[in-house]
């Protein structure tokens, strides 16, 4: 079957507007249609290149017409990019379940290409000192039901562990790891990534804790425990 679309996965800047590759300012110049999660937040990255590519919304509250009406505009031979608010689309984000809904809708007739670039997971293992043969990436913790089944299981994990974690819960996330965690396990946790205030805390889980605690802890978390 010929292919009849392009859905290009276009990474795009954690914080630094000039962290974003050549090819995906060539490719969403080029694209017919743009989808990105709040398109006040990618005007600001596509204004600053001078992109002026359609855009259309598309989120974890987007409904089944909205997502029909995407599935319609693919299969009717466009080319589209997919975008997140930072970082790699499909990575702990909603953009998953659209590519999953694609291919499952067009199959061969809709050709997926990835554009690399950055990602907030990869950008705090790459700084993080700790071993990254292998590693165990949890997404953003739950606030509730499963919270505690996840601290267990980064407790007892052989491989290093990474994890997103939100300014309101950084703490407590913290606290309750520093009961669970040895001091002889180290502990990164990487605020604001290539953003003004970049900050990383290095140490054991108590050392990190206690220099975080009274300093200031807003921003976006990226937090890598070493494994046992």
Known sequence: M?????LYIVATPIGNLADITLRAIEILKGVDLILCEDTRVSRT???HYGITTKVISYHQHSGPSKINLLLEKIKSGIDVALITDAGTPGISDPGNKLIADIIKNTGQSCQMIPIPGPSAVISALSISGVPTDRFLFLGFIPHKKGRETLFKRIEA???????YESTHR???TLESLNGLLGLDREVVVCRELTKKFETVYRGNIKEVLDTIKPGVTKGEFVVVVAGK
Not at 2 to 6: H, Y
Not at 157 to 163: A, D, P, Y
């Open 2 to 6: 010929d292919i009849m679309s392009k």
């Open 157 to 163: 994990s052989l491989e290093t562990v990474v994890f």
């Open 170 to 172: 950084i703490i407590k």
């Open 45 to 47: 990255l596509l204004d």
